[in-house]
């Protein structure tokens, strides 16, 4: 019997059983935790290093620097992002957010995800209260009503068995089986848009600026890596991205270096695409209309997912975790039964609406930069001028970081 079983050992799941891990917090020696990973490269210490990057908020560094991960990241190489540019195209509307204007020494950091999942599961096995099940995927959920436990039916190598846990949390993305499996309904819409992902190398160092080039087609984000990398977001409409894709490099170069444009060219001079390929994603607005139930709990983007402008998606997961991974702790400490509804909604009274507000506020943001009317053009334009107001961009910049929830 597990006291919390996690079905998703990514980012946000991984964390999560981090945070309930004993190896720095010895109380929790005696609460129970499985996880399991249908990836079996994970196990091998095999995480595909393949450019893709997140965005993460200071604040977000801070709740793994509590959970005691951090550390292993910064060995492995994180990258500070000191400035923050927030444009429309050329044009000389813009906005810089500096790290100093918070008093802080980083707005946040770029961190490669295969040097997240590294340093996370490298802590996950150190811990002694935690079961890593993998590979292994979930095959059905029950709830058994007379025992109040949740029953979880999985397949791995030694064929199909029943794991029972006082707790089931679903970290397991945006098209989350133990979701589907709980029938917990959604709203959500597509954007006509693609992301494509890829990595570029510049002859001169970034010094540590991030970019968010506002386009028609939606945002472009520079977002820096090591002293002369670079991890590009390329939003692109979905009739032009089938072209993007299928371009030959040095035509795919020329053509990025139309989005960057040319001051920001000349700041860094030739560029060359170094990521063995060019991925890409379409991004989701969908929203759990609940992320409890009786012995169950969604996190990150089984809960959630949200457009990737500013980068926030990553943020509301490690949120999540780190709301929940408190509230288990101090149920745990007082004797509660950690899958009781009432636990559970302190959980959900502290994320719906800073999730819901953020995945709304980009949303919003979205709409209004990704077009031609002239209305919105004014507006947008009026918006960044504003922006630049000591106040509210201090106001904006609390917000990004995460300051508000650490």
């Known amino acids: ?32 935790v499985g996880i399991i990973e249908v990836n079996g490269n994970f196990l091998r210490g095999e995480f595909t290093a393949d450019g893709r990057a997140s ?8 709740i793994w620097q509590n959970i005691g991960v951090w550390g292993g990241m910064q060995r492995r190489g994180v990258t500070p992002m000191y400035t923050i540019q927030v444009s429309e195209g050329d044009l000389p509307y813009q906005v810089q957010l500096r790290c100093e204007d918070m008093g802080q020494a980083a707005l946040g950091y770029i961190v490669e995800n295969s040097v997240t999942l590294a340093s996370l599961w490298e802590f996950a096995r150190e811990c002694q209260n935690l079961e890593l099940i993998c590979p292994a995927k979930i095959l059905d959920i029950e709830y058994v009503r007379d025992r109040d436990v ?15 846990t006082k707790l089931l949390v679903g970290a397991d993305g945006g098209r989350s089986l133990v979701r589907q499996l709980a029938n917990i309904a959604i709203d959500q819409h ?55 894709l299928a371009l030959e490099e040095s035509t795919f170069l020329q053509e990025l270096a139309k989005r960057f444009g040319q001051p920001l060219m000349e700041r860094l001079g030739n560029i060359k695409v170094i990521s063995r390929e060019r991925a890409s994603y379409v991004p989701r607005w969908m929203h759990s209309q609940t992320y409890i139930q009786s012995r169950l709990a969604l996190i990150g983007d089984a809960a959630h997912t949200t457009h990737p402008i500013a ?85 904006l910049m609390y917000f990004m970081m995460g300051l508000h929830q650490v």
């Not at 949740?150 to 029972?164: N, P």
């Open 150 to 164: 949740m029953r979880v039916k999985i397949s791995s190598e030694i064929g199909e068995q029943y794991l029972e």
């Open 190 to 244: 597509l954007y006509e848009q693609t992301c494509i992902v890829t990595t570029i190398q510049s002859e001169k160092p970034h010094q540590n600026f991030a970019y968010e080039r506002f386009q028609a087609s939606g945002p472009f984000a520079i977002l820096p890596l090591g002293s002369d990398r670079a991890c590009i977001v390329w939003t692109a409409t979905t009739d032009e991205t089938p072209h993007l």
């Open 311 to 395: 980068g926030q998606g990553m943020n509301l997961g490690i949120r999540d975790v780190n709301a929940l991974a408190n509230v288990l702790k101090a149920a745990h400490q007082n004797h509660e039964d950690l899958g009781a509804i009432a636990v559970l909604k302190r959980y959900e009274a502290k994320r719906k609406w800073d999730n819901l507000g953020v995945i709304w506020l980009t949303d919003i943001s979205n709409r209004l930069f990704s077009n031609h009317n002239w209305f919105f053009k004014v507006l947008r334009r009026f918006g960044l001028l504003l922006l630049q107001i000591s106040p509210l961009k201090r106001v």
């Open 55 to 62: 965005a993460i908020a200071y604040g977000s560094s801070q």
């Open 1 to 32: 019997m597990f006291d919390v079983l996690i079905v998703g050992a990514g980012m946000v799941g991984a964390s999560l059983a981090c945070a309930l891990g004993d190896k720095n917090c010895t109380s929790d020696r005696n609460l129970k």
